[in-house]
């Protein structure tokens, strides 16, 4: 699996190897739902997103 960070509105960059690293990503898909534009629906995603990083070894998990 390859993770892409977002550099700016027109670039990415690749992630160093990420095998012990997971990545849980949530949104507010209400206020997606209620935005009146394609553009406006993504600015409203990118608002509410939260990421949560978590090692994958279960011995790492409390």
């Known amino acids: 699996m390859t993770f ?3 550099e700016s509105d027109w670039k990415v960059s690749r992630l160093p190897d990420t095998l012990e690293l ?3 990503g949530a949104i507010d898909i209400k206020q ?6 394609e553009l406006a629906a ?3 995603a990118q608002k509410s997103l939260e990421l949560y990083y978590f090692k ?4 790492d998990c409390y």
Not at 56 to 59: E, L, N
């Open 42 to 44: 993504y600015e409203n």
């Open 4 to 6: 892409l960070q977002r």
């Open 56 to 59: 994958s070894d279960a011995k």
């Open 32 to 37: 997606i739902q209620a935005a009146n534009n």
């Open 22 to 24: 997971v990545i849980l």
